[in-house]
Nanobody
């Protein structure tokens, strides 16, 4: 069974850091790209970052570029999202998902985690 499980969310003050983890199981981790998305109340889902399975190329939304870093640990089948200099507007539920390529549209991500709440207070 394919599973993606996020962890590491929480409540932090603006300017602080958090690291989210996405633990993958039930499939060959090296064959798939993992992306991070977020959705704030009343807003559409937004792509945040992605890391290619093939060459490790990373992509970031303009809103997080320079503050967030995505990485993958093949030994642990885990993708991380290190979030620094957090802002109140980063408050959202963060999801990791699986796709074949970082150019995939959101609907092409076939498995999603349950989400992790990140709340940034001002």
């Amino acid at each position: 069974e394919v599973q993606l499980v996020e962890s590491g969310g929480g409540l932090v003050q603006a300017g602080r850091s958090l690291r989210l983890s996405c633990a993958a199981s039930g499939f060959t981790f090296d064959d798939y790209t993992i992306g991070w998305f977020r959705q704030a109340p009343g807003k559409e889902r937004e792509g945040v970052s992605c890391i290619s399975a093939y060459d490790g190329t990373t992509y970031y939304a303009d809103s997080v570029k320079g503050r967030f870093t995505i990485s993958r640990d093949k030994a642990r089948n885990t993708v991380y999202l290190q979030m620094s200099s957090l802002k109140p507007e980063d408050t959202a539920v963060y999801y990791c998902a699986r796709a074949g390529d970082c150019r995939a549209a959101p609907y092409e991500y076939d498995y999603w985690g349950q989400g992790a709440q990140v709340t940034v207070s001002s």
